[in-house]
């Protein structure tokens, strides 16, 4: 067996390049001369920061868990109010990928909803084919940006 992560998502690492392996000492020998022509080691600054989120970082952990999981619901509720907006149900990511009806070019209506009520989503099609007609929304902002987001959003979706 062999388990893999990393400490980008889960304590709000990303970026850093961070994670981490356990498995059987004979595949962690072949890992690391895999991993050794890539790249030498994780800068020691965010090697750091890794032990630290492994030792002490539970608690703020399980706070953030929770900031989220209101987050998503009060997004989620907000979308499925917008006469069109689809909503799947998400569970383990921050993010939330609602079908907007009659959306055909992703890119375009991010584009537009970013120019005129500075609100940036990211384009359904940038993930692929079959992302097109939906957005992806981070719901990881403070509610104080995600309130005024969601309405921009919705009055955007009223305009067009």
């Given at each position: 067996?062999?388990?893999?992560?990393?400490?980008?998502?889960?304590?709000?690492?990303?970026?850093?390049?961070?994670?981490?392996?356990?498995s059987?000492?004979?595949?962690?020998?072949?890992?690391?001369?895999?991993?050794?022509?890539v790249?030498?080691?994780?800068?020691?600054?965010a090697?750091?920061?890794?032990?630290?989120?492994?030792?002490?970082?539970?608690?703020?952990?399980?706070?953030?868990v929770e900031?989220?999981?209101?987050?998503?619901?009060?997004?989620?509720?907000?979308?499925?109010?917008?006469?069109?907006?689809?909503?799947?149900?998400?569970?383990?990511?921050?993010?939330?990928?609602?079908?907007?009806?009659?959306?055909?070019?992703s890119?375009?209506?991010?584009?537009?909803?970013?120019?005129?009520?500075?609100?940036?989503?990211?384009?359904?099609?940038?993930?692929?084919?079959?992302?097109?007609?939906?957005?992806?929304?981070?719901?990881?902002?403070?509610?104080?940006?995600?309130?005024?987001?969601?309405?921009?959003?919705?009055?955007?979706?009223?305009?067009?």
């Amino acid at each position: 067996m062999i388990a893999v992560n990393s400490f980008s998502k889960s304590y709000c690492m990303t970026g850093w390049r961070l994670g981490w392996l356990v498995s059987r000492p004979d595949l962690i020998r072949k890992a690391t001369q895999l991993n050794e022509f890539v790249v030498s080691h994780a800068p020691s600054m965010a090697q750091k920061a890794g032990e630290i989120a492994l030792r002490d970082g539970e608690a703020e952990l399980k706070t953030m868990v929770e900031r989220l999981k209101k987050n998503r619901d009060f997004v989620r509720e907000a979308l499925r109010q917008m006469p069109g907006v689809t909503v799947p149900q998400a569970e383990w990511a921050f993010y939330l990928f609602p079908k907007i009806e009659g959306l055909q070019d992703s890119f375009e209506f991010c584009r537009q909803l970013l120019l005129r009520k500075k609100v940036g989503l990211a384009p359904g099609v940038a993930f692929g084919e079959g992302g097109e007609g939906s957005v992806r929304i981070c719901y990881a902002a403070d509610r104080s940006v995600l309130e005024p987001a969601v309405e921009r959003l919705d009055s955007f979706l009223g305009s067009t």
